[in-house]
């Protein structure tokens, strides 16, 4: 979709890159691209979709090409970074501060369309606790907790 096409009426999604929603990633490192839902201060719920072009795929198992299960982690922070980041506009970042049972069910290829959901479990002071997954089809395929810390 070019910048000049509009949106179908039903489609209630926001591109991250035309906004970044506060993330403090640019290209090529922003791997949510887009925004299905949030509930500020809450939860985000966002999408990706990796090309079997990127480089990465180049070296990350060749001729069997997967997700590195680092970058669905970071794709994960990012969900969660949009999530804070509404709850938060005194803060201008979020870094990711702790990982906490990330289990991988199943790998990831490119051309997967990935479902990224992050949802706020607590808050002491200046952290951030988030139960995050990511799903392609429906079928769970990461979960566990992650911790930001407000900048």
């Known amino acids: 979709m070019t910048r000049k096409e509009k949106k179908p009426e039903s489609d209630h999604s926001l591109l991250v ?8 990633h640019r290209p090529p ?32 198992f060749p001729g069997d090409p997967l997700v590195p299960g680092v970058i669905l982690t970071e794709a994960l922070a990012q969900t969660a970074g949009i999530a804070a980041h509404q709850q938060n506009t005194k803060s201008s970042r979020f870094l990711l501060s ?27 002071d200046q952290l951030l606790q988030f139960e995050v997954e990511a799903l392609v089809n429906g079928e ?11 900048r």
């Open 98 to 124: 702790a990982i906490r049972q990330m289990k991988f069910f199943r790998a990831v290829r490119p051309k997967e369309k990935i479902t990224f959901r992050a949802r706020k479990l607590g808050e002491v």
């Open 17 to 24: 890159t035309d906004h970044f929603l506060g993330l403090p």
């Open 29 to 60: 490192f922003v791997f949510v691209k887009k925004l299905i839902a949030c509930e500020p201060g809450t939860s985000a719920e966002c999408e990706t979709e990796f090309s079997s072009a990127d480089p990465m795929f180049a070296g990350h």
């Open 140 to 150: 769970q395929v990461a979960a566990g907790q992650l911790v930001l810390s407000a």
